[in-house]
Nanobody, 116 residues
């Protein structure tokens, strides 16, 4: 079983940056492809970005391409999401999970609010 705890969210202005972290415990995540997901108010949870187990390959949703960067530190069992040039439509609760996600591994998420 893996426990995932997201942090780093907050209230920012349009154009600002944030770095989210996802700390894993219970077992190592170094063997797994990992991803970030988000859920905006009134919408379904959606894929944001994913990274291979080694960190050598990444992919992201078109809506965040060129602005968000996913990375990982396997030694620290931690996943990151650097978010630049934030837009109001990036407002959501952000979650990390395996890619594809495992239902039992969803954490509480971290709220990101981008104010215009």
């Amino acid at each position: 079983q893996v426990q995932l705890v997201e942090s780093g969210g907050g209230l920012v202005q349009v154009g600002d940056s944030l770095r989210l972290s996802c700390a894993a415990s219970g077992r190592t995540i170094r063997s797994y492809e990992m991803g970030w997901y988000r859920q905006a108010p009134g919408k379904e949870r959606e894929f944001v970005a994913a990274i291979s187990w080694s960190g050598g390959s990444t992919r992201s949703a078109d809506s965040v391409k060129g602005r968000f960067t996913i990375s990982r530190d396997n030694a620290k069992n931690t996943l990151y999401l650097q978010m630049n040039s934030l837009k109001a439509e990036d407002t959501a609760i952000y979650y990390c999970n395996l890619a594809p996600p495992v239902p039992d591994y969803w954490g509480q998420g971290t709220q990101v609010t981008v104010s215009s």
